[in-house]
């Protein structure tokens, strides 16, 4: 049976989630359908502000306008196109192993076999590519694949902390494999995509790392932020 504690957490989420889908509405931060594209999206945006990662997608995808072409293509030639947005190097390489171990896997440049996966091979394939950690693996099964995961990125972690979802005594910043899954655990199923598609939104723009605009902020009420 349900025990009175969990149905007031079950209920915070459920009031936080639907407030947060009133403001947000969902929005999909540009990403991308295709889960191929939205894992190469990804390794673009790491450590880049999102107007820098957007020109980075877009200037690979033009120099490169099939999977085919960007697998064949030389390290040289991909660190030239990602070099005006920085971290060329390692993300030159991490789409070059990429691409070779789904080459490998599946014969040609395609992550669509993913589709017919249960989620835990789905995870774990994805999890063996270089660059790829559980957030990632995530984002690609959410986004691109549909599956009802919660990829918990430093927006989202924030938001939780503050709300009082995290209950560890410890109040950091890293988050490990084991938070991600206890975080994803105690989000209902059909609210995980809406609720890390909102909280990215809102950790943008309102429960920033400093100076939150907590005045301006529609859950301020079920919050425990300090300051």
Same mark, same amino acid.
């Given at each position: 049976?349900?025990?009175?504690?969990?149905?007031?957490?079950?209920?915070?989420?459920?009031?936080?989630?639907?407030? &947060?889908?009133?403001?947000?509405?969902?929005?999909?931060?540009?990403?991308?359908?295709?889960? &191929?594209?939205?894992?190469?999206?990804?390794?673009?945006?790491?450590?880049?502000?999102?107007?820098?990662?957007?020109?980075?997608?877009?200037?690979?995808?033009?120099?490169?306008?099939?999977?085919?072409?960007?697998?064949?293509?030389?390290?040289?030639?991909?660190?030239?196109?990602?070099?005006?947005?920085?971290?060329?190097?390692?993300?030159?390489?991490?789409?070059?192993?990429?691409?070779?171990?789904?080459?490998?896997?599946?014969?040609?440049?395609?992550?669509?076999?993913?589709?017919?996966?249960?989620?835990?091979?789905?995870?774990?394939?994805?999890?063996?590519?270089?660059?790829?950690?559980?957030?990632?693996?995530?984002?690609?099964?959410?986004?691109?694949?549909?599956?009802?995961?919660?990829?918990?990125?430093?927006?989202?972690?924030?938001?939780?902390?503050?709300?009082?979802?995290?209950?560890?005594?410890?109040?950091?910043?890293?988050?490990?494999?084991?938070?991600?899954?206890?975080?994803?655990?105690?989000?209902?199923?059909? &609210?995980?995509?809406?609720?890390?598609?909102?909280?990215?939104?809102?950790?943008?723009?309102?429960?920033?790392?400093?100076?939150?605009?907590?005045?301006?902020?529609?859950?301020?009420?079920?919050?425990?932020?300090?300051?």
């Amino acid at each position: 049976m349900e025990s009175v504690k969990a149905r007031i957490k079950n209920a915070s989420i459920n009031i936080v989630a639907a407030k &947060l889908q009133k403001r947000y509405g969902a929005f999909h931060h540009y990403n991308k359908k295709n889960p &191929l594209d939205e894992l190469i999206f990804i390794i673009c945006s790491v450590k880049r502000r999102e107007d820098r990662y957007l020109l980075a997608f877009r200037d690979l995808k033009r120099a490169f306008p099939s999977y085919k072409k960007l697998s064949v293509a030389s390290l040289y030639r991909i660190r030239a196109v990602l070099t005006p947005y920085g971290l060329q190097n390692e993300k030159a390489l991490a789409i070059k192993q990429i691409l070779e171990a789904v080459i490998e896997r599946f014969g040609r440049p395609t992550l669509s076999p993913l589709g017919i996966m249960n989620d835990t091979d789905c995870e774990a394939f994805l999890l063996g590519l270089r660059g790829v950690g559980k957030k990632v693996a995530r984002c690609v099964m959410m986004y691109s694949l549909g599956r009802a995961v919660f990829p918990v990125d430093s927006n989202c972690w924030r938001v939780c902390q503050r709300l009082g979802w995290v209950n560890w005594r410890h109040n950091r910043n890293t988050i490990s494999s084991k938070d991600m899954d206890l975080l994803q655990a105690r989000i209902p199923e059909r &609210l995980r995509a809406s609720l890390h598609l909102n909280m990215v939104s809102h950790g943008r723009s309102i429960c920033t790392v400093r100076k939150p605009k907590c005045v301006s902020c529609m859950i301020k009420n079920h919050c425990r932020y300090k300051g």
